[in-house]
């Protein structure tokens, strides 16, 4: 069974501050997924990461993923209170050869950055 | 945005009812996805699409049924919804699975059953 867990689930930050959440699982995938959620919104795709090595940065967020660790990380830089959500990581879950497949989700990291 | 439409976005039901969720979609994509939302659970697959009347069952399909008739439209039912079946329904699309790309959400379904 394809296992995705984050942690941690809760993260208090203060804004200036660094951290980062932590995305393991237990496929061989060799891509992953970020997606953001606000409260009552919808998820928002973040960064998609392809290969083993991948590094992608948008602002204050930066990705990355080690497949042979079977680990991504979402590091965040001087925290301000805008990044105040909850973030989910995804992995491929292919099926059939590859012609079907869905995304399976970590529990999520709820992030509150506070002043 | 993603062109996909979820309705209702709010929904209050009794229990043993019959409930239908629509998502449609104007992308043309070929994937199609419903997941629940809950909390301490993150969001787990009920039923997905891989085409016009191919569908299978995800991780919580128990009491849940799905049609897709048309490449636009993917309807997820509840045949008599249940007091564990409130929570926030989300419609997803994907285009392929291969390549860069990734799933694109709707706005979601909160669904109460009382």
Known sequence: ELKVEQNPLFLSMQEGKNYTIYCNYSTTS????????????????????????AVKQEGRLMASLDTKARLSTLHITA????????????????????????????????????? | DAGITQSP??????????????????ENH???YWYRQDPGHGLR???????????DKGEVSDGYSVSRSKTEDFLLTLESATSSQTSVYFCAIRDRLFGNTEAFFGQGTRLTVV
């Open chain 1, 30 to 53: 060799d891509r992953l997924y970020w997606y953001r959620q606000d409260p009552g919104k919808s998820l928002e795709s973040l960064f998609v990461l392809l290969s083993n090595g």
């Open chain 2, 45 to 55: 697959l009920i039923h997905y699409s891989y085409g016009v009347k191919d569908t």
């Open chain 2, 30 to 32: 070929r994937y199609m």
């Open chain 2, 9 to 26: 976005r709010h929904k209050v039901t009794e229990t043993g009812t019959p409930v239908t969720l629509r998502c449609h979609q104007t």
């Open chain 1, 79 to 115: 925290a301000v209170h805008d990044l105040s959500a909850t973030y989910f990581c995804a992995v491929d879950n292919l099926l059939r050869g590859g012609s079907q497949g869905n995304l399976i989700f970590g529990k999520g990291t709820k992030l509150s950055v506070k002043p």
